[in-house]
């Protein structure tokens, strides 16, 4: 009878102890290539609330707003940037990395598919201070093409202006050409 208490506690506290969660043990996992979805959450993390001059174009129909963007604005309007991101393991061994005096390339290899041709960052004192990016994809059907562009100032340390372009190409008929553009203020 002592020998099965002795037993069941100790399958009890073994069992109590098996459940702990290793949270404290979690350290930043290693990305094979630029953090661009990081990157992009850390700066609009630094502006809710502001203000933007955006310009919209639309097959060469322009239209300029002023308006006040919240954190969920922001992660809408960045969208193609967190696409562009080539940070997932079926993406692990497809780019070439090199750098070249200030900037930080990655390209998609020959024989890789990816949607993602090309990222660039550029750094200034250890930080990146602009970041672009060109996604295509193409079928039989339709092709679209899409770039993207994020300029960072050096006197604030917060995005400064951006730009996003996507031309599209449905078979049989015209190129659709979508702009979208802002300062900041």
Same mark, same amino acid.
């Given at each position: 009878?002592?020998?099965?208490?002795?037993?069941?506690?100790?399958?009890?506290?073994?069992?109590?102890?098996?459940?702990?969660?290793?949270?404290?043990?979690?350290?930043?996992?290693?990305?094979?290539?630029?953090?661009?979805?990081?990157?992009?959450?850390?700066?609009?993390? *630094?502006?809710?609330?502001?203000?933007?001059?955006?310009?919209?174009?639309?097959?060469?129909?322009?239209?300029? #707003?002023?308006?006040?963007?919240?954190?969920?604005?922001? *992660?809408?309007?960045?969208?193609?940037?967190?696409?562009?991101?080539?940070?997932?393991? /079926?993406?692990?061994? /497809?780019?070439?990395?090199?750098?070249?005096?200030?900037?930080?390339?990655?390209?998609?290899?020959?024989?890789? *598919?990816?949607?993602? *041709?090309?990222?660039?960052?550029?750094?200034?004192?250890?930080?990146?201070?602009?970041?672009?990016?060109?996604?295509?994809?193409?079928?039989?059907?339709?092709?679209?093409?899409?770039?993207?562009?994020?300029?960072?100032?050096?006197?604030?340390?917060?995005?400064?202006?951006?730009?996003?372009?996507?031309?599209?190409?449905?078979?049989?008929?015209?190129?659709?050409?979508?702009?979208?553009?802002?300062? #900041?203020?």
């Amino acid at each position: 009878m002592k020998i099965q208490r002795l037993m069941l506690s100790g399958l009890l506290l073994w069992a109590a102890f098996s459940c702990v969660s290793s949270e404290g043990e979690k350290k930043l996992e290693k990305l094979p290539y630029f953090d661009l979805s990081g990157f992009i959450d850390l700066e609009i993390s *630094k502006l809710d609330g502001a203000q933007v001059t955006k310009t919209s174009r639309i097959n060469g129909e322009e239209k300029i #707003v002023d308006t006040t963007y919240s954190i969920t604005d922001w *992660k809408e309007e960045m969208e193609a940037f967190y696409q562009a991101d080539i940070n997932t393991p /079926s993406l692990a061994l /497809s780019y070439s990395t090199e750098t070249k005096f200030e900037y930080l390339i990655h390209k998609l290899l020959p024989e890789a *598919k990816g949607k993602v *041709k090309e990222i660039k960052v550029s750094y200034y004192k250890n930080y990146p201070s602009s970041v672009t990016f060109k996604m295509s994809d193409e079928n039989m059907f339709f092709s679209t093409v899409t770039m993207g562009e994020f300029f960072m100032s050096q006197s604030t340390n917060k995005l400064d202006h951006y730009s996003i372009e996507t031309t599209q190409k449905v078979w049989f008929l015209k190129p659709t050409n979508i702009k979208i553009s802002g300062i #900041v203020k």
